[in-house]
């Protein structure tokens, strides 16, 4: 069975350029989180999303950041004109239940590793 | 907005035990939790306490909650080199998990 898939693993980009991040939730799940992990930062929450929906954009970035996860395909974060204060880590999670309603909720993917140069 | 907050580094010998403590904000968290990262890893829930427990026990981790001071506490026995990786504090709130900086827990031979 796969757990949460993510890639690119690692993402170098330019500052001006578009990072755009794919994150696929274990089959099933119809329920996506993104976090953002800042250098020697714990985990900060961004959006929660689930299929077409967008329920939750409360950790966004006002501008340049988005988020999508549509009805076929993987869950997308992304980010334009990225800035250096955009490297760090993100991660996606996923869950099959809303979250309250089970212990083991979210099943965290690998992570991206974005750089900004 | 709800706060999480834990010590950043723990230094523990093999074969002692590791204690990594934390302190939350939010006492309507019906869950919390303890993760793992390792070094270029994801995330890896290690164990969790529901809010009306004191205790938890699964094999060699031990979770304290005081609910009353807010206050959830990890503890490894017998602490092994496979456990060197930073260890998130982290609570359940709304709908989102709100989680502490972490504590990276290096090990001494």
């Known amino acids: 069975n796969a757990g949460v898939m993510q890639n690119p693993r690692h993402l170098v980009r330019r500052r001006g350029q578009e990072a755009r991040l794919r994150c696929s939730p274990v089959k099933g799940h119809s329920h996506v989180y993104w976090y953002r992990q800042l250098p020697e930062e714990g985990l900060k929450f961004m959006v929660y999303?689930?299929?077409?929906?967008?329920?939750?954009e409360s950790g966004m970035p006002k501008e340049r950041f988005s988020a999508e996860f549509p009805k076929e395909g993987p869950s997308i974060l992304r980010i334009q004109q990225v800035v250096r204060g955009d490297s760090a880590a993100y991660f996606c999670?996923?869950?099959?239940?809303?979250?309250?309603?089970?212990?083991?909720?979210?099943?965290f993917g690998p992570g991206t590793r974005l750089t900004v140069l | 907005g709800e706060d999480v907050e834990q010590s950043l580094f723990l230094s523990v010998r093999e074969g002692d035990s590791s204690v990594i403590n934390c302190t939350y904000t939010d006492s309507s968290s019906t869950y919390l939790y303890w993760y793992k990262q390792e070094p270029g890893a994801g995330l890896q829930l290690l164990t969790y306490?529901?809010?009306?427990?004191d205790m938890k026990q699964d094999q060699r981790l031990t979770v304290l909650l005081n609910k009353k001071d807010k206050h959830l506490s990890l503890r490894i026995a017998d602490t092994q080199t496979g456990d060197s990786a930073i260890y998130f504090c982290a609570e359940e709130w709304d709908d989102k998990i709100i989680f502490g900086k972490g504590t990276r827990l290096h090990i001494l031979p």
């Open positions: 999303l689930q299929k077409e929906n967008i329920i939750d």
């Open positions: 999670a996923s869950s099959p239940l809303l979250a309250g309603e089970s212990t083991d909720t979210q099943y």
């Open positions: 306490i529901f809010s009306n427990m």
